[in-house]
């Protein structure tokens, strides 16, 4: 069992040590984090690559429906992790639960769909929702959240959802 090749196949990480852009496959950052047990390779299950998707469009649909900021942005970025984990399955990998502080879903996601090719600075804003939702469960008064920064948790889902759908398209290969 190993990981899945798709179209999207490169994905850019940063060397801190040389402050040097190298490019490296998605594979190879994946295979990185399964040599330090941050991420384990799985038995891609398409029923739970098809529930996740779901309740992904469903999320979607609900920030449509809402009339506070918060919501919608909360609802969104909710989203965006259900597509995420679709993705990740998909991939055949999944974030070791004691290390998820570590790694972030939805940025293995927006590297393995090449997100970042749609929506520049997509990773660091994947981050910064991430971020945003740990403060406003943990700290009080927790932070507001900009009618802008809602909009861009949206758009972001939109695309993912894009990008998802397109892998989830394509046939089964061994």
């Known amino acids: 069992m190993g990981l ?29 984090l399964v040599k330090i047990g941050a991420v384990k390779i799985i038995r891609r299950d398409e029923a739970v690559i098809r529930q996740r998707l779901t309740d992904a469009e469903a999320y979607l649909t609900d920030t449509r429906k809402v009339t506070t900021t918060q919501s919608r942005f ?25 290390a998820q502080h570590k790694v972030d879903v939805s940025q293995l996601a927006a590297m393995i769909t090449r997100l970042e090719t749609v929506v520049p600075g997509a990773a660091k804003t994947l981050g910064d929702f991430r971020n945003i939702r740990i ?40």
């Not at 179209?7 to 295979?31: G, P």
């Not at 909360?74 to 639960?97: D, F, P, T």
Request: net charge positive; aromatic share 4%.
């Open 74 to 98: 909360l609802l969104a970025v909710e989203g965006v992790r259900q597509a995420s984990l679709a993705i990740a399955n998909h991939a055949g990998i999944k974030v070791i639960a004691n």
């Open 4 to 32: 899945r090749r798709f179209c999207f196949d490169l994905a850019t990480s940063r060397n801190w040590s040389s402050h040097q852009t190298i490019k490296m496959t998605w594979e190879a950052n994946i295979q990185n």
């Open 135 to 174: 403060q406003r469960k943990s700290v009080s008064p927790a932070p507001s959240i900009s009618p802008e920064q809602a909009a861009k948790a949206v758009d972001i889902l939109k695309q993912l959802l894009d990008r998802a759908r397109i892998l989830a398209s394509i046939d089964k290969d061994p």
